[in-house]
């Protein structure tokens, strides 16, 4: 199953990175004369496809690379050997990848050569995309047939980058890819279609193959459609990174505080951080996420604040992360998706966190620590509040706003800039400050002590709003998800069944009587969980 590259030859130079190069700094693929097809077969397509699946259907479904090239497949469920010529390529749905040599990096994370990684597109959020990056590390040929069991297929593929450059990746179908979570997801009446594909091949080739054969697509990299890091966000991080290494101690981890309104592209950014401080992660340096937005977790499901020890990259929405990563090293239960109703406790709950960390952090091996903290998305009101005394108790040595230049400053709804100068201004949640016993003395010299780093940032998520037309799942969906991916990652589920009348204690709202051996109907078809409150 080979492909001639006769008509690449007479494109590409043996000095190809240059090419690479420019392609680089674009930042956006160019579809190729190939990726068009007649009208005919557009419209009958168009027929074919039902309003939900058009809804999340994309323009770009039908795009071929311009330079990269399938050389082969060997091995059953078949692995693809590609010869990574372009900038960027992108794939929908689930996948395995791995780079011969370490010359690619997805979504800031730098994937380790002869290493195999998941990869989770679907389409409840932005695909990330695979990019090239120079890099001038050789790989025998010896470890490069001990992946590809195909000797002419490997003796082919080395020789190709020996000539033209860029990498040779391996792509094959994710081993969970038949996990009950995909499974119960592809037969839902709604979500189903931002979990499958339908695949009508137009077009007989090795990419329209691979996609048939591994369950995924292959689709333009445009930043209105993939995830593609900006230079801002990139030098960000770059600069964040290298303040923790130089200025983190054992006993003083290095905090960074991300803040901004809803739908800013937070937790995208955070992703992107994270995947590049693992980069320098050893036996000196560690990675902590704090995952205090309860309605909208990272880690684990709604409701919860909890910290991850991270040592793995994120390469996917929450729900991958829930299925394929370790579980929270720590985790309270808040039990609403807002703090609204229950401030004070909320900043318990944070304080607490923190606390616990300090005494894991202590009993355990003492590391140079950065920890990154993704808060709640509410700019204003009693969320400046809230979000002013996580600040205060925090700490942080730097403070990133991701937010929305196009609004007007004077918009009353806007978040405004959490400098220095707003945290001396800002008041300060008074029953919480009560609540912790602090006076107005000790207050404006707490506030006072404060110092950290500023940096605000134009939301990447704004633009592709208002430039893609493609449906986005609500909160409540991703909660949804998330919860359900939680549940279906545990292989050992055992039910428990108990009267009502012997439960040891059962907190409802609203509910009248008490002594009833009835359950309630707001409990009718929901999951009951049995928990261990802690002793005063």
């Not at 199953?1 to 392609?23: A, G, P, V, Y």
């Not at 990174?241 to 983190?248: D, E, F, K, Y």
Request: hydrophobic residues 35%.
């Amino acid at each position: 199953m080979k492909r001639s590259s006769s008509s690449l030859d007479q494109q590409l130079t043996n000095n190809d990175d240059k090419i690479h190069q420019e392609s680089y700094a674009k930042m956006v693929r160019r579809s190729s004369s190939r990726s068009e097809f007649n009208n005919e077969e557009k419209n009958q397509y168009n027929k074919q496809t039902t309003a939900v699946d058009q809804r999340v259907e994309d323009k770009t479904s039908y795009w071929l690379p311009r330079y990269s090239l399938i050389l082969g497949s060997f091995s059953e469920p078949p692995t693809y050997v590609i010869h990574f010529l372009d900038s960027h390529l992108t794939f929908l749905q689930s996948f395995q990848i791995c780079s011969l040599f370490g010359r690619v990096r997805i979504h800031g994370y730098t994937l380790h050569p002869l290493t195999f990684y998941s990869v989770y597109n679907y389409r409840t959020n932005s695909p990330v995309s695979i990019e090239f990056i120079n890099s001038e590390t050789t790989i025998p040929l010896l470890d490069i047939k001990s992946l590809i069991s195909d000797i002419q297929l490997a003796d082919n593929a080395l020789l190709n980058v020996e000539q033209k450059g860029g990498d040779i990746l391996l792509i094959r179908k994710e081993s969970n890819n038949d996990s009950l979570f995909i499974k119960t997801m592809r037969e839902h009446q709604f979500y189903k279609n931002w979990f499958s594909e339908n695949y009508n091949l137009f077009e007989r080739d090795n990419w329209k193959q691979l996609e048939q054969n591994l369950h995924i697509r292959l689709i333009e990299t445009t930043d209105q459609i993939a995830v593609i890091p900006r230079k801002e966000f990139v030098s960000t991080a770059d600069h964040i990174i290298n303040r923790w290494l130089n200025v983190a101690v054992e006993d003083s981890p290095f905090i960074v505080l991300i803040c901004g309104e809803k739908d800013m592209g937070k937790s995208t950014f955070i992703r992107y951080l994270t995947n590049r401080a693992l980069d320098h992660i050893s036996s000196t340096f560690s990675l902590t996420y704090f995952d205090c937005d309860i309605g909208q977790c990272e880690f684990s499901i709604g409701g919860c604040l909890s910290y991850v020890n991270l040592d793995s990259p994120l390469l996917g929405p929450p729900c991958s992360h829930i299925k394929s990563n370790p579980k929270p090293d720590r985790l309270l239960y808040y039990g609403l998706l807002s703090p609204q109703t229950s401030p004070v406790r909320y900043l318990q709950y944070i304080n607490k966190l923190r606390q616990i960390w300090n005494i894991d952090q202590k009993n355990g091996n003492q590391k140079r620590s950065m920890i990154l903290i993704n808060t709640m998305g509410w700019g204003t009101g009693l969320g400046l509040e809230i979000l002013k005394e996580t600040i205060c108790m925090c700490c942080p040595k730097v403070v990133i706003q991701l937010g929305d230049n196009m609004i007007s400053s004077q918009n009353r709804n806007k978040m405004p800039d959490l400098t220095l100068e707003w945290l001396l201004q800002q008041s300060v949640y008074v029953p919480y400050r009560q609540q912790i016993q602090m006076n107005n003395r000790r207050q404006q010299d707490y506030d006072g002590q404060l110092n950290y780093e500023y940096i605000k940032m134009q939301s990447a998520a704004v633009s592709n709003r208002l430039e893609s037309n493609t449906s986005k799942l609500r909160a409540r969906d991703h909660r949804l998800l998330a919860t359900w991916s939680y549940f279906f990652s545990s292989s050992n589920l055992s039910y428990i069944h108990l009267p009502w009348s012997q439960l040891v204690h059962v907190s409802l709202l609203d509910n009248k009587n008490k002594n009833s051996i009835v359950i309630p109907d707001s409990l009718e078809r929901s999951m009951v969980a049995l928990c261990s409150s802690e002793k005063n």
